[in-house]
């Protein structure tokens, strides 16, 4: 990545603690995966889930975290932000990018799926 490059996934102020909480606890050494995320009652975006890395994945670096992202979802999603919410009936992880997947895209909230 040169320097005016920018990264591929980004982490929201707060991300990147609330990542580390759920891995600790969790005792989950894996990667990261950006993918798709079908909840089943409207259109698809995206989610996070451990994982390993895989053939043709690409593998991002973020403030000590290891986040791999398939060629099909860059492609589709492009650059990917990652923010931390904990609201009043919203609490988990929104996933935006540079290039919606959905209408509903940056709205739902998602769980790290183990």
């Given at each position: 990545m040169t320097p005016n490059e920018t990264p591929i996934v980004t982490l929201e102020p707060g991300a990147g603690s609330a990542i580390r909480s759920f891995i600790g606890e969790n005792n989950a050494g894996r990667p990261l995966r950006v993918d798709l995320d079908f909840s089943g009652c409207c259109d698809p975006g995206l989610g996070l889930g451990l994982d390993e890395?895989?053939?043709?994945?690409?593998?991002?670096?973020?403030?000590?975290?290891?986040?791999?992202?398939?060629?099909?979802?860059?492609?589709?999603?492009?650059?990917?932000?990652?923010?931390?919410?904990?609201?009043?009936?919203?609490?988990?992880?929104?996933l935006k990018s540079s290039r919606p997947v959905s209408e509903w895209a940056g709205f739902g909230v998602c769980q790290i799926k183990m």
């Amino acid at each position: 990545m040169t320097p005016n490059e920018t990264p591929i996934v980004t982490l929201e102020p707060g991300a990147g603690s609330a990542i580390r909480s759920f891995i600790g606890e969790n005792n989950a050494g894996r990667p990261l995966r950006v993918d798709l995320d079908f909840s089943g009652c409207c259109d698809p975006g995206l989610g996070l889930g451990l994982d390993e890395v895989r053939e043709g994945d690409l593998v991002v670096e973020t403030e000590g975290l290891t986040f791999v992202v398939s060629s099909e979802t860059r492609e589709l999603a492009g650059r990917i932000s990652v923010a931390y919410v904990d609201e009043a009936g919203k609490k988990g992880f929104v996933l935006k990018s540079s290039r919606p997947v959905s209408e509903w895209a940056g709205f739902g909230v998602c769980q790290i799926k183990m």
